[in-house]
C-alpha cells in the first residue's frame, strides 16, 4: 500500500478499516494519510480514520504517540463519534507516554465526565483502568474522578445507574484503581439499592470478592 492506493481505500465504502490499520502498522510513514482523514469532508473517510487510529493505538501506541497533540484537540471535536475514538486513543498512548503529556491534560480528560453524554462519560471510565495502570502518581487523582461518577450531569437516574455499574466494573478489572480500599467500598455497597439490576449484581459480586 501506497500514499495514493490508501486514499482509495479510505474512500471505499466497505468495512475494511481493519484491513488498513494492519497495512498501516507494517508501513507506519503511512500514518500521516489517516491523519490528515480525520479532517476530510467525507462522513466515511473521517469515520473510518477514526476507527482505524484507534486500532493502530491498541496494537501499538508508539506509532502514534508522536500525534498526542492531535489527538488532544480532537477532544472539543463537536462530532462526538470523533470525540469518543480520541478518547480512547489518548488512553492508548498513556501507556507509552514517556513524556507524562497526558499529565498535562489529565484536568481536561477527566472535565469531559461533566460534559452531560452517558457515552463519552463511560468511555473515560471505562479507560481510567488502563491510564491508572500506567500513570501510578495519577491513580489517586483518577480514583477521585471516577468515585464522583454518579453526581456528574447525566440525562437521567437510570444513566447514573449505568455509569456507577461501569465504575464498578473498572474497579473490578484494575485494582490500581482502588487506592482507598474504604472510599471504594462504600461506594460499591450504595449500589446495592441500584435500581438497576446488572448494577446491583456487579456491587454484589465485587463485594462477595473482597470477603
Known amino acids: 500500500m501506497n500514499r495514493e492506493s490508501l486514499q482509495l481505500e479510505l474512500e471505499k465504502k466497505e468495512n475494511n478499516g481493519e484491513r488498513i490499520a494492519d497495512a498501516i502498522l507494517k508501513k507506519p510513514n503511512l500514518t500521516p494519510g489517516v491523519i490528515t482523514g480525520i479532517s476530510s469532508s467525507s462522513p466515511t473517510v473521517r469515520f473510518k480514520c477514526a476507527k482505524i487510529l484507534r486500532l493502530i493505538s491498541e496494537a501499538r501506541p508508539e506509532v502514534l504517540y508522536p500525534y498526542f497533540d492531535f489527538f488532544e484537540n480532537l477532544l472539543n471535536n463537536e462530532n462526538n463519534i470523533i470525540k469518543w475514538n480520541a478518547t480512547d486513543v489518548i488512553a492508548n498512548l498513556a501507556t507509552v507516554d514517556s513524556e507524562n503529556k497526558f499529565n498535562r491534560i ?100 465485587f463485594l462477595r470478592g473482597l470477603v
Open 106 to 205: 489529565v484536568t481536561r480528560y477527566y472535565g469531559l465526565l461533566n460534559e452531560g453524554s452517558l457515552i463519552t462519560a463511560a468511555h473515560v471510565v471505562e479507560n481510567s483502568g488502563k491510564i491508572a495502570r500506567a500513570k501510578p502518581n495519577l491513580r489517586g487523582r483518577i480514583a477521585a474522578e471516577i468515585l464522583k461518577v454518579t453526581e456528574i450531569p447525566l440525562p437521567t437516574a437510570e444513566c447514573r445507574n449505568i455509569i456507577a455499574g461501569k465504575a464498578i466494573t473498572a474497579f473490578s478489572r484494575y485494582p490500581e484503581l482502588v487506592t482507598d480500599k474504604k472510599i471504594a467500598i462504600s461506594f460499591v455497597t450504595c449500589q446495592l439499592n441500584s435500581a438497576r439490576s446488572a448494577t446491583r449484581k456487579k456491587a454484589e459480586t
